[in-house]
């Protein structure tokens, strides 16, 4: 029995695999934030680099890639665009000329505080109708996942 839901026309399936459920939620998050994050012509590439950068700065691309799980090249192409954008700069440290240090520029510092309540956003409409206990239950489970696959 499949039920039609959405305006993806997303099938629910009883015996769905976990992963799938997961990925769908995830995808479903992605696409609810950027349809926000759009208004201020940032991608969701852009909000995962800047999510690092408003908690440490003077990074490097390398670094960016390791924390947000987006591959070098990528990353390398948003930090172009970013920069473009005069959200940041990239500077070399202390003559080293094979490295790049990424630094927020003081517009990229004030966007924090216009986008991450749309990011709030979405996670209040995401956890509508879903009882406190239910969500604490389901974030020890997400990491326990987590913590299995990074094994």
């Known amino acids: 029995m499949q039920e039609k839901k959405g305006l993806d026309k997303h099938v629910t399936v009883p015996e769905d695999r976990l992963a799938h459920i997961v990925r769908d939620a995830g995808r479903l998050y992605m696409r609810s934030l950027q ?25 490097t691309q390398k670094d960016i890639s390791l924390r947000t799980g987006l591959m070098e090249p990528t990353i390398h192409q948003a930090l172009i665009n970013l920069e ?42 995401a956890e509508t109708n879903i009882s406190l206990k239910d969500l604490a239950v389901t974030r020890k489970v997400l990491r326990q996942i987590i913590h299995n696959l990074e094994e």
Do not use: M
Not at 35 to 59: C, K, M, N, P, T
């Open 35 to 59: 349809q926000r994050l759009e208004l201020y012509d940032i991608s969701f590439g852009h909000w995962a680099i800047l999510r690092v950068l408003w908690e440490e700065q003077g990074i």
């Open 84 to 125: 473009k954008q005069q959200i940041i700069i990239r500077e070399r440290v202390n003559g080293n000329l094979k490295k790049w240090h990424i630094f927020l520029t003081s517009d990229g510092k004030q966007l924090r505080k216009k986008l991450e309540p749309l990011a709030l956003e979405v996670n209040q409409i």
